[in-house]
């Protein structure tokens, strides 16, 4: 297991593809990840927050990729 620190500065998912990015994602983070976090902020943040608050996770990005790994340093990851 490992870290991930994903950089959504410039993302776009397209709403038609929002449901298998997430699956992935989630799948991703299940598998591989002691500790994953967000940096910058994607276009459209909306089904991020969505997503947030159905499957109780902290959808609150960093705002540079050295504060996330800051973090993941932190938690022990």
Sequence with gaps: MGR???NFRNCKVWPEAWVAYA???????T?????AVRNATADD???????????GFDSA????RDLALARIA???G
Excluded: T
């Excluded at 943040?45 to 499957?55: L, S, T």
């Design 4 to 6: 991930i620190a994903v």
């Design 45 to 55: 943040e909306a089904p991020v927050q969505e997503a947030a608050k159905r499957d």
């Design 61 to 64: 990005p960093f705002p540079s």
């Design 23 to 29: 699956h992935r994602g989630k799948r991703v983070n």
């Design 74 to 76: 932190r938690l022990g």
């Design 31 to 35: 598998l591989y990840a002691l500790v």
